[in-house]
């Protein structure tokens, strides 16, 4: 199945987009028009081709370009592996918090680290040019199904390269999903970005919203007007999005439009995840459709809770980005989450370090990513032993690892958040836990564990089931729902986790907050979760670095967003406004 899906996004894209490529510099355009391949060529085979164009929508959120972890790199500028979509999200939404700490000294990364980020920051405008680019094809795409006849092109028709007109608008309609999942994100770190959309001419510069409201609320709407066309019995293809995750997109943006627009949104949100939540209840973890092992989540046979996967009773995984080791390469992606916090070093004994990194399924171990003391502290660790199964897998005392971080610059201060794997799981959506016999850590994975490529299976999670369950609870939290129902559906996700279910009292946004980061982190939500929470800037909640101090300092209000990249407002002008302290 992977090989397949992989096949489409890669091998159809190449052929497609040819000549797509954009450089850093000149992102604030759209891109160039695609009539570099000729009307005969599109005439044979018109499915194909679309096919291929929709392949890159999908493409860009797990491979950096076209060849290779980082050759031709769809932006060109900065390392074609850091600029890769997740990894960059990772970037701006976990390393400035209290989850990550990265002890390589990367240019611009360390920046993030502390919290000491500027306009000319390279991570940040590699962020912001990932995302306009990905936005940039998915228009091109909407773009030129309109257009058509340009190509001697007519939808219908018999015979298998012919599309029809069903077809044509469902590759549409997932196209502006895709382009929304991007603004989610442009919104959510940039504000009052640009406003770049498919109505516009080829090589036409965008300007920029009069508010990050305007953005918000032409997103939005189209994203409804998405999900309310949607075929009521589309089944989704592994790899590509249904239903749920369209829904579920507008679930984030309601849930944080407080905190992005100033506008409260709990109600819709609250009414979307409902229905989300409807439509999965009755297989999985205590019939919520939940998967019934929180760790085979994140193993190298998790596509089957992605959508088409082979259990549809807990398909949790609501939209994925597919992984294969021959196929999709990337030095980002899960490869990144697997490889950081994880090293070779099973030379060290149990007292300095120790890390068998190939207990976890490939060959790549950088050893550069640990846990700050903040957020190991919500586990409960207790001799560096949790109930929680969400840190079953991580490095504490047991294997040489302090959880303070007097050395932020040094392995194992800190310890070592494990939580993607290229393990291999059991087809009932269970992955084997057990203790390594000559250590007594804990392992997983069906055994024997191989390690056959630097590249895995692993799917990564942009959108689960289990955090439409959260987002709900906090929404009746906010009094938007129901809060008995919010109460158990935060509870399905904690006795997942093998902790103690809370009772009404224990029932607070702390703890909301608190839980979110247990169950999420690594999938680039906690800075997000934070701003909503009011504990990102401010000193409501120091973390180790915050501000660039060891114990944590106080951020200014105006770092809730990042800046607009330098070298953007330099190719603006006057006609762009530069968000408000930088």
Known sequence: MKSIISKFFIGAALVAMTGLSACTGDLDQLPKDPNVLTPDQFQKDPKGYLGGILGKCYSSLAISGQYGPNGAADINGMDGGTSQYTRVMFYLEDLPTDIGLWIYQDAGVYDMVQDVWAANNVIIYGAYSRYYTHIAVCNDFIRLTRNLGTYGISVGGSGDTAISQDELDQMVREARALRGLSYYYVINWFGRAVIAWDDMNYGDTPAQAASAKELFDKVTADLEDVLATWPQNHTPQYGRIGRDAVEALLCKYYLNAESFIGEKMYDKCWSHAENIIARHQGGGFQGSGLAMDYLALFCGSNDMFMPGGSLPAQNEILWGVPYDHEMTTPWGGTMFLIAAPTGNFSDK??????????????????????????????????????????????????????????????????????????????????????????????????????????????????????????????????????????????????????????????????????????????????????????????????????????????????????????????????????????
């Open 349 to 582: 004994p149990l007292t300095d370090g120790f890390c068998n990194g190939s207990w976890y399924g490939t060959n790549a171990h950088w050893g550069c990513l640990l846990a700050r003391e903040q957020f190991s502290n919500i586990f409960g660790f207790v001799g560096g032993e949790t109930a929680d199964v969400r840190a079953s897998l991580w490095l504490t005392e047991k294997a040489g690892y302090t959880m303070a971080n007097t050395d932020p610059k040094s392995w194992a201060n800190g310890y070592a958040a494990i939580k993607f794997t290229n393990v291999k799981g059991n087809a009932d959506g269970t992955v084997p836990h057990w203790k390594d016999p000559d250590t007594g850590l804990n392992r997983i994975g069906v055994q024997p564990v191989e390690s056959s490529s630097d590249w895995p299976d692993t799917d990564f999670p942009i959108i689960r089931l289990a955090d439409v369950y959260m987002m709900a609870s906090e929404c009746a939290l906010r009094g938007a729902g129901d809060s008995g129902k919010g109460l158990q559906y935060a509870n399905y996700v904690r006795q997942r986790a093998g902790v103690t279910p809370w009772n009404a009292t224990d029932y607070t946004l702390d703890n909301i907050g608190n839980e979110r980061a247990r169950e999420f982190y690594h999938e680039g939500m906690r800075r997000t979760d934070l701003n909503r929470m009011n504990k990102f800037t401010g000193s409501a909640y120091n973390w180790t670095l915050k501000g660039g101090i060891q114990d944590g300092t106080a951020l200014p209000s105006y770092m809730r967003l990042y800046p607009l990249p330098t070298n953007v407002i330099a190719g603006y002008g006057s006609s762009m406004v530069q968000n408000e302290g930088y």
